[in-house]
């Protein structure tokens, strides 16, 4: 069955510092990859996402993620945090040919000034 | 355009009373889903509708829920006799396309099941 794993269920920078969010996922062939950020009493948004091509997505708010096929990775990344990045984040998978989200647990991160 | 609106956003029932929410999704936006996230959890998808038809449902849709979309814009989700492990946050989402398109999510309904 496919599913996500995120292992990291908090993560806690300084403002400045640089950020990586680890991503996994189970599934046979190449999904469909995304992430999205929640915030306080906000819904879902979508940072990013994957389908083919280049391995190296550019999102919104000056977040990236790389897609490893061979760790079965897809991590988001950012140089450097800014105290509004303060959110849940939510790695999710598409199944080709599907049209449901398979979300992993998320990270909360925090940003200390 | 407004995005997806959802009603009402917060809901209190007591065990045993029906419930029924609202999703309205981007104009002209032909899919659209029903998730359920918990605390701590992460969304479950839960349905979804191409136009007016319901394609799939996930095996977490108890007989006590019901989703329609009668005319292939708002959705209605209904769950029936409300337990106490019914309590979650109910989102919904849309998106234009055949396939796999980015999806909008509203900002949700929370319901608390006393």
């Known amino acids: 069955a496919q599913s996500v794993t995120q292992p990291d269920i908090h993560i806690t920078v300084s403002e400045g510092a640089s950020l990586e969010l680890r991503c996994n996922y189970s599934?046979?062939?190449?999904?469909?990859l995304f992430w999205y950020v929640q915030s306080p009493g906000q819904g879902l948004q979508l940072l990013l996402k994957y389908f083919s091509g280049d391995t190296l997505v550019q999102g919104i708010k000056g977040f990236e993620a790389e897609f490893k096929r061979s760790q079965s990775s897809f991590n988001l990344r950012k140089p450097s945090v800014h105290w509004s990045d303060a959110a849940e984040y939510f790695c999710?998978?598409?199944?080709?040919?599907?049209?449901?989200?398979?979300f992993g647990t998320g990270t909360r991160l925090q940003v200390f000034p | 355009d407004t995005g997806v609106s959802q009603n009402p956003r917060h809901k209190i029932t007591k065990r045993g009373q029906n419930v029924t929410f609202r999703c309205d999704p981007i104009?002209?936006?032909?899919?659209l889903y029903w998730y359920r996230q918990t605390l701590g959890q992460g969304p479950e998808f839960l349905t979804y509708f191409q136009n007016e038809a319901q394609l799939e449902k996930s095996r977490l849709l108890s007989d006590r829920f019901s989703a329609e979309r009668p005319k292939g814009s708002f959705s209605t989700l209904e769950i029936q006799r409300t337990e106490q492990g019914d309590s979650a946050m109910y989102l919904c989402?849309?998106?234009?396309?055949?396939?796999?398109?980015?999806?909008?999510f509203g900002q949700g309904t929370r319901l608390t099941v006393v």
């Open positions: 104009s002209e936006h032909n899919r």
């Open positions: 999710a998978v598409a199944p080709y040919n599907t049209d449901k989200l398979i």
């Open positions: 599934y046979g062939a190449t999904p469909y």
């Open positions: 989402a849309s998106s234009y396309g055949t396939e796999n398109t980015e999806a909008f």
